[in-house]
């Protein structure tokens, strides 16, 4: 196997560029956000030009989160033979579950994963302009697997088989092991979350923990196996958001912070851009891949990580951790305690109570639907 961190969006989608002229039979592609101008009209160029060439184009965009991009946005692509499919389709009945993996795979043999979704917003670097976000280039007997996870989503995407009944029982939801790594599949229904599972059993062990999360919420289990690390003498460090584009979903992660701060966790906030990173160093696995560490990434969405313990991409996911922590703001305990007021504490809360009760409770109302 083979591994290339890819640390700012302009670097992200210049491996996709190279990855997709270079493809010669089949290009397999998903997104969450898909939004037109650039570099998504250069990606759908791109795969324009590959379906000529005669490579086999499919394409998964989320409903949802690409419900800006007009319904004829693919007609050129569709003509040149691309597939494309709409996941989940807005439904009163099933909308609350999203496909929000990321994921380019080309001839069975490249593969690129991480946080970057094709939208504006994740051009640049990060530090000057655009949201920052990471991802991973990657080769070997791991890309195999990712392209037999999108087929299975790709003829999932519109719901036709009977009332839904994968979503009870969710074939979807698997672990792949290779040396040097895992792939970690994840989806709505029952049983337990095989990435909460692995991140569980880590911690349990882990002496240093270094995570970046954009978005984090994460069940409470997690949180108090964060907290016994800090509290029996190892070290917690977590960057969370300084600037967001969910404001209610900061308000909740913010709502943590003194229970976190009293066990001793570091918390610092990214400064310069919105952060959208998902990255966790667990003594000598890092993950990295779409899903955000909440409820919903855990309990409701479509997500796939990758679980790794070469020591090479281990020491570059350390680099990448020391180059968010020099753009961050770190938040001490005593001064947080007195710059909380009492309607800062009430939205905190308000926000929490949608995220961890409202939300999983509209969700497990809808898989009942299923039966």
Same mark, same amino acid.
């Given at each position: 196997?083979?591994?290339?961190?890819?640390?700012?969006g302009?670097?992200?989608?210049?491996?996709a %560029?190279e990855?997709?002229?270079?493809?010669?039979?089949?290009?397999r592609?998903e997104?969450y956000?898909?939004?037109?101008?650039?570099?998504?009209?250069?990606?759908?160029?791109?795969?324009?030009?590959?379906?000529? %060439?005669?490579?086999?184009?499919?394409?998964?965009?989320?409903?949802?989160?690409?419900?800006?991009?007009?319904?004829?946005?693919?007609?050129?692509?569709?003509?040149?033979?691309?597939?494309?499919?709409?996941?989940?389709?807005?439904?009163?009945?099933?909308?609350?579950?999203?496909?929000?993996?990321?994921?380019?795979?080309?001839?069975?043999?490249?593969?690129?994963?991480?946080?970057?979704?094709?939208?504006?917003?994740?051009?640049?670097?990060?530090? =000057?302009?655009?949201? %920052?976000?990471?991802?991973?280039?990657?080769?070997?007997?791991?890309?195999?697997?990712?392209?037999?996870?999108?087929?299975?989503?790709?003829?999932?995407?519109?719901?036709?088989?009977?009332?839904?009944?994968?979503?009870?029982?969710?074939?979807?939801?698997?672990?792949?092991?290779?040396?040097?790594?895992?792939?970690?599949?994840?989806?709505?229904?029952?049983?337990q979350?095989?990435?909460?599972?692995?991140? =569980?059993?880590?911690?349990?062990?882990?002496?240093?923990?270094?995570?970046?999360?954009?978005?984090?919420?994460?069940?409470?289990?997690?949180?108090?196996?964060?907290?016994?690390?800090?509290?029996?003498?190892?070290?917690?460090?977590?960057?969370?958001?300084?600037?967001t584009?969910v404001?209610?979903?900061?308000?909740?992660?913010?709502?943590?912070? =003194?229970?976190?701060?009293?066990?001793?966790?570091?918390?610092?906030?990214?400064?310069? =851009?919105?952060?959208?990173?998902?990255?966790?160093?667990?003594?000598?696995?890092?993950?990295?891949?779409?899903?955000?560490?909440?409820?919903?990434?855990?309990?409701?969405?479509?997500?796939?990580?990758?679980?790794?313990?070469?020591?090479?991409?281990?020491?570059?996911?350390?680099?990448?951790?020391?180059?968010?922590?020099?753009?961050?703001?770190?938040?001490?305990?005593g001064?947080?305690?007195?710059?909380?007021?009492?309607?800062?504490?009430?939205?905190?809360?308000?926000?929490?109570?949608?995220?961890?009760?409202?939300?999983?409770?509209?969700?497990?109302?809808?898989?009942?639907?299923?039966?």
């Open positions: 196997m083979d591994f290339r961190w890819l640390r700012t302009d670097e992200a989608f210049a491996t %560029r990855a997709m002229e270079s493809a010669r039979a089949t290009i592609f997104s956000i898909y939004a037109p101008g650039a570099p998504g009209d250069d990606y759908r160029d791109l795969l324009i030009a590959a379906s000529r %060439r005669g490579v086999r184009v499919r394409v998964l965009v989320d409903a949802f989160g690409s419900l800006m991009l007009p319904e004829n946005y693919w007609n050129a692509l569709r003509e040149a033979g691309g597939e494309v499919h709409w996941f989940n389709r807005m439904s009163l009945d099933r909308f609350n579950f999203r496909n929000h993996r990321k994921l380019l795979a080309c001839d069975e043999t490249v593969a690129i994963v991480g946080g970057f979704n094709v939208a504006p917003v994740s051009l640049g670097d990060g530090v =000057q302009s655009g949201w %920052r976000d990471v991802g991973l280039r990657l080769t070997g007997p791991l890309v195999p697997e990712l392209e037999a996870s999108f087929d299975g989503l790709f003829k999932l995407a519109d719901f036709r088989h009977r009332r839904l009944t994968r979503f009870r029982k969710p074939r979807t939801g698997r672990m792949v092991r290779t040396t040097g790594g895992e792939l970690l599949l994840s989806g709505p229904g029952r049983g979350n095989l990435i909460h599972r692995s991140l =569980q059993g880590d911690l349990k062990r882990a002496r240093t923990v270094r995570i970046i999360a954009g978005y984090f919420l994460p069940p409470l289990r997690l949180r108090r196996a964060m907290t016994r690390v800090a509290r029996r003498g190892g070290i917690v460090q977590l960057i969370l958001a300084g600037q584009d404001p209610l979903m900061q308000a909740a992660t913010r709502s943590l912070y =003194q229970r976190l701060l009293r066990a001793g966790v570091e918390i610092h906030e990214y400064q310069p =851009q919105v952060l959208h990173t998902k990255l966790l160093l667990l003594d000598q696995a890092v993950y990295v891949g779409s899903a955000n560490l909440d409820i919903r990434s855990f309990r409701i969405n479509y997500e796939l990580m990758l679980r790794l313990t070469e020591p090479g991409v281990v020491r570059e996911a350390t680099e990448v951790f020391e180059s968010h922590l020099g753009h961050c703001r770190r938040i001490e305990r001064d947080w305690r007195k710059s909380r007021t009492l309607w800062a504490k009430l939205k905190e809360r308000v926000a929490l109570l949608l995220f961890t009760r409202i939300d999983p409770l509209v969700a497990r109302k809808q898989l009942r639907n299923f039966r």
